[in-house]
């Protein structure tokens, strides 16, 4: 993960799915040496107490809209500090290669010379359904899951019949088309009486879970607000053993 020369440093690090608590001790050690903090909109404010009192704090959170334009801007940020000697932290909620961009970010600083380190996070996808009492695999019920993304590069349509015969789907970023993806999985097969829970703010004290069915869900019937994790399967229905 080294390049050749004299410039500073980025590093990759995964904040987890909200909760401080879930941070990693390398992610602390790191954010305690990084003279720039890049951070995104779902980082809590109690991971960015871990910086370095004299860091420079930058807000990089993507709205709708704004996507590329931000991104482009972080490009800037990361070549810009890591080339003055600086070590830049780009801090992402969940983990920094799971639908982040942080592998697009980390071939940039590569192409610059820049020394990465990759410091992984907890992904969301994962252990939000499971503190939620919805673990992702369970003998006899699923022994296979997909994490999908809700929405395509530039609009491309998602191919969501390749994903049918998988026994757990994780969607994340799909509460804005979540009625198209029911439909588009209904018509792939799957029925829609299959259970599926929506995890708003998972592992943070604002947490809400909102169950129902995928036919629920492709009439449009179910209010959900971002960030949530979409979770559809079989798998669900163990949130009634497991969940506290």
């Known amino acids: 993960m080294k390049a050749k020369g004299n410039q500073g440093k980025l590093i990759l690090i995964g904040a987890g799915p909200?909760?401080?608590?879930?941070?990693t001790l390398k992610a602390v050690r790191a954010l305690?040496?990084?003279d720039v903090v890049l951070y995104d909109r779902l980082v809590a404010a109690e991971i960015l107490k871990f910086a370095r009192p004299d860091?420079?704090?930058?807000?990089?959170?993507?709205?709708h809209g704004e996507q590329e334009?931000?991104?482009?801007?972080?490009?800037?940020?990361?070549?810009?500090?890591?080339?003055?000697?600086?070590?830049v932290a780009r801090l992402k909620g969940g983990d920094p290669i799971v639908f982040g961009r942080g592998a697009e970010e980390w071939a940039l600083a590569l192409e610059h010379g820049i020394e990465v380190e990759l410091i992984p996070g907890i992904s969301s996808a994962i252990a939000v359904p499971a503190l939620a009492g919805i673990p992702l695999t369970y003998r006899r019920t699923s022994q296979s899951f997909a994490v999908i993304t809700g929405h395509c590069h530039e609009g491309a349509a998602q191919e969501w019949a390749r994903y049918a015969g998988i026994d757990t789907l994780v969607v994340l970023m799909g509460v804005k088309n979540r009625t198209v993806i029911a439909l588009a999985l209904l018509a792939a097969g799957r029925s829609a009486e299959e259970p599926v829970a929506f995890i708003e703010r998972g592992t943070t004290e604002r947490e809400r879970v909102v169950l129902s069915t995928l036919g629920e869900v492709s009439q449009g019937t179910v209010e959900v607000h971002n960030p949530a994790v979409f979770v559809i399967g079989e798998v669900v229905r163990l949130r009634g053993t497991l969940s506290p």
């Not at 860091?55 to 709205?63: M, N, R």
């Open 69 to 87: 334009q931000t991104q482009s801007q972080i490009f800037d940020l990361i070549v810009s500090h890591a080339l003055a000697g600086k070590t």
């Open 32 to 34: 305690g040496q990084a």
């Open 55 to 63: 860091a420079e704090l930058v807000y990089v959170g993507k709205h």
């Open 18 to 23: 909200g909760d401080p608590e879930l941070l």
